[in-house]
């Protein structure tokens, strides 16, 4: 991928490319005012817009050319909008037909097609936002459910970035303190005390952020459950049970799912990846045998196995662990064991209970939240805070065995250094770049 080019003036269409009764088509650069207003009617009106207003018009191929569609056009000046830049976002009719002419006359007079992550990292770097807020951007828009979504624009409106501020802002006190401790002689200051507790709070903090990161994987990516069991156990019919649809084919005849068949749904707010799989059984059909073999795979790539158990059948199954739950179908024809969870995916009996089971496992061992916390998505944060975590208590080591202060200072540092790459104030190029390329085209 290219780097960007941040003196080009951009364009890229902001909505789904897909027919729909309003587009929005963003530009954005120093400039593009003037630009575009020999493509637009009145060019006056645009020319002479203020900040923060509407237009309304056509854009044409030129003075006095072809009308190529009625819009309204929202106007930013340098300093405000999204980018910070001067841009222009216009809402047009959603005629595909209509978006190609107006994307490809923008490309011929001379704006450039902007790359994924464009807008938003025009955005970081005119200061309108840190990092963390510019990756919660992409998190809002991938977000599977209404949980993610709270927790991304939370990220967005800057709580992350306050928190890491204040980290920092202890931090840089604890800092300065034994900066003064190294740049003046002992006999100029008076005897000095570590704030050892202030350094505990810092790491204490941090630590509490960066345990989040696996509540916020589980609501932001969500989880792989695959169904599994021996033929006829009834798996089409939970998975149809649970996506509310009839997805897989139902049948007496054993063997009728050979291939798995995968789908989304939402169990208690958790996005899920949902599996039916080929039944587990001996076989000598070899397209059977084959669909076993990838039942086997995705089992071992799960989240969580949900082993659906025929209570009519004396059949031997696995038994259950952290990844495993065991669960007794057709409750309705015959009793499950004392204890155990049962359902019918015939009649829907215990599907609830179900539901709230699987809930619950996937939600073992991940540290409970109220929706007011803050809580962290981003692998490239989780890492960057363990390691600022790390060095603050290898710091905190080095005081309590009265190793010098230069080695203190050093570590210190150290956990600076992370917390800024974490905001993107020192994040090497190569790196922002990578993360921005992530993005959506449009934003």
């Known amino acids: 991928?290219?780097?960007?080019?941040?003196?080009?003036?951009?364009?890229?269409?902001?909505?789904?490319?897909?027919?729909?009764?309003?587009?929005?088509?963003?530009?954005?650069?120093?400039?593009?005012?003037?630009?575009l207003a020999n493509y637009f009617s009145p060019a006056k009106a645009l020319?002479?817009?203020?900040?923060?207003?509407?237009?309304?018009g056509f854009i044409t191929e030129g003075k006095d050319g072809k009308k190529l569609d009625e819009v309204v056009a929202a106007v930013y000046t340098a300093g405000h909008g999204y980018t910070m830049e001067e841009s222009v976002e216009f809402t047009c009719h959603g005629s595909l037909p209509g978006l190609q002419a107006i994307l490809a006359s923008f490309k011929r007079i001379g704006l450039r097609p902007a790359q994924g992550g464009e807008f938003t990292f025009r955005a970081f770097l005119h200061?309108?936002?840190?990092?963390?807020?510019?990756?919660?951007?992409?998190?809002?828009?991938?977000?599977?459910?209404?949980?993610?979504q709270a927790m991304a624009l939370s990220r967005?409106?800057?709580?992350?970035?306050?928190?890491?501020s204040g980290a920092k802002e202890?931090?840089?006190?604890?800092?300065?303190?034994?900066?003064?401790?190294?740049?003046?002689?002992?006999?100029?200051?008076?005897?000095?005390?570590?704030?050892?507790?202030?350094?505990?709070?810092?790491?204490?903090?941090?630590?509490?952020?960066?345990?989040?990161?696996?509540?916020?994987?589980?609501?932001?990516?969500g989880a792989r459950v695959v169904l599994a069991g021996a033929t006829n156990a009834g798996k089409s019919s939970l998975f149809n049970l649970l996506l509310k649809q009839q997805r897989s084919i139902v049948s007496s005849v054993k063997g009728t799912t050979r291939d798995y068949i995968e789908a989304d749904c939402s169990i208690e707010g958790i996005p899920i990846r949902l599996y039916d799989t080929a039944g587990l059984r001996e076989s000598a059909d070899s397209i059977e045998v084959e669909g076993i073999k990838k039942t086997?795979?995705?089992?071992?790539?799960?989240?969580?196995?949900?082993?659906?158990?025929?209570?009519?059948?004396?059949?031997?199954?696995p038994e259950p662990d952290a990844k495993t739950l065991l669960v007794y179908n057709k409750s309705d024809l015959a009793?499950?064991?004392?204890?155990?969870?049962?359902?019918?995916?015939?009649?829907?009996?215990?599907?609830?209970?179900?539901?709230?089971?699987?809930?619950?496992r996937l939600?073992?061992?991940?540290?409970?939240t109220g929706d007011e916390q803050i809580i962290i998505e981003s692998e490239r944060q989780h890492l960057l805070l363990l390691q600022a975590r790390e060095a603050i208590e290898r710091a905190i080591a080095l005081v309590e065995r009265d190793i010098p202060l230069d080695i203190v200072a050093a570590e210190l540092n150290e956990a600076m250094q992370n917390l800024g790459e974490l905001t993107g104030e020192v994040t090497p190029a190569d790196i922002l770049q990578k993360i921005f390329s992530g993005f959506c085209v449009g934003k």
């Open 363 to 368: 939600r073992e061992g991940v540290q409970a």
């Open 47 to 56: 020319l002479q817009a203020k900040n923060a207003t509407l237009v309304h």
């Open 156 to 164: 967005l409106e800057g709580t992350l970035r306050d928190r890491i």
């Open 127 to 148: 200061g309108r936002m840190d990092l963390t807020q510019a990756e919660a951007v992409q998190e809002l828009v991938a977000a599977q459910s209404p949980r993610s």
């Open 296 to 317: 086997e795979q995705l089992i071992g790539q799960a989240d969580l196995v949900v082993y659906l158990v025929d209570s009519t059948d004396d059949a031997r199954f």
């Open 170 to 221: 202890e931090l840089l006190v604890v800092l300065a303190s034994v900066e003064v401790q190294l740049d003046y002689a002992e006999d100029e200051l008076d005897e000095f005390v570590f704030p050892l507790e202030r350094l505990r709070g810092v790491e204490t903090s941090l630590s509490l952020l960066a345990s989040t990161y696996k509540v916020g994987r589980l609501y932001g990516q």
């Open 1 to 35: 991928m290219e780097s960007y080019d941040t003196d080009d003036i951009i364009y890229a269409l902001a909505t789904p490319w897909a027919q729909s009764a309003l587009a929005v088509i963003r530009v954005s650069g120093e400039g593009c005012k003037t630009m």
């Open 335 to 360: 009793k499950a064991p004392k204890g155990s969870l049962s359902i019918s995916a015939q009649t829907g009996e215990g599907i609830v209970a179900l539901a709230h089971a699987m809930a619950e």
